[in-house]
């Protein structure tokens, strides 16, 4: 009995410290700060938010609004948002679902995977998106 009761102490403080790492508050933050901003026009602004690997794939914000305009308007002109799960890939990655609701009404189904880079801010790494038949905002 006393070691069940160690063994469930040493996990409560193991907690915290894996917290320390990862805070789902800093993901959603960055993730919300892009799609504002993509709603208001700023699209350098977006198009920062997301990581480095994004950027040499899309080296100019051109580049970078002519793939959103392609395949990810429902996020770009997005009415309301809503979090869905997150998964910890690793400690240095995750995946976040995001509920929208597109301009045009529908509900889409984005999984935002993010990375925490060098300097201790979360990424935009990648984005899949599909539209979504049953949940709504």
Avoid: C
């Amino acid at each position: 009995m006393r070691s069940a009761a160690i063994a469930l102490m040493l996990l409560v403080l193991a907690l915290p410290a894996r917290a320390d790492h990862f805070s789902i508050h800093e993901v959603q933050k960055t993730i919300t700060e892009q799609i504002t901003a993509f709603r208001s026009g700023d699209h350098a602004r977006a198009y920062e938010l997301s990581a480095p690997n994004v950027r040499e794939n899309y080296p100019t914000l051109a580049s970078y609004m002519a793939l959103i305009k392609d395949s990810f308007q429902p996020i770009a002109d997005a009415r309301a948002f809503v979090f869905g799960p997150v998964d910890e890939i690793n400690i240095s990655t995750i995946t976040q679902e995001v509920i929208i609701e597109g301009s045009d009404g529908g509900t889409y189904q984005a999984f935002y995977t993010l990375e925490l880079q060098g300097d201790g801010v979360w990424r935009i790494t990648g984005v899949t998106i599909q539209q979504a038949n049953d949940r709504l905002i």
